[in-house]
């Protein structure tokens, strides 16, 4: 299966944190969302700042051949209009 694979960018810091794997864009977001109701979650700069944060798509992983592809990255969703 063909997974596309999704980082977390600081704007503020310039970097991008560790890359995650979903199905498609509206899992990515669901699975931000959801995380949101993590009480550990609320302490994080994520949480606090939402607007320094943008979910970018980064490329897929395929994983029965074990390829991966990559892409210049794309925003897929500005972390503050995820947010409850």
């Known amino acids: 299966m063909r997974m596309v694979m999704f980082s977390i960018f600081d704007k503020r810091a310039g970097v991008y944190l560790v890359p995650f794997p979903a199905r498609s864009e509206v899992d990515a977001k669901r699975q931000i969302m959801a995380s949101f109701d993590n009480s550990q979650m609320r302490e994080t700069p994520i949480m606090k700042h939402p607007e320094d944060f943008t979910l970018m798509t980064l490329g897929s992983f395929d994983d029965e051949s074990g390829i991966m592809?990559?892409?210049?990255?794309?925003?897929?969703?500005?972390?503050?209009?995820?947010?409850?």
């Open 69 to 84: 592809t990559s892409q210049n990255p794309t925003v897929a969703a500005e972390i503050r209009d995820l947010v409850p």
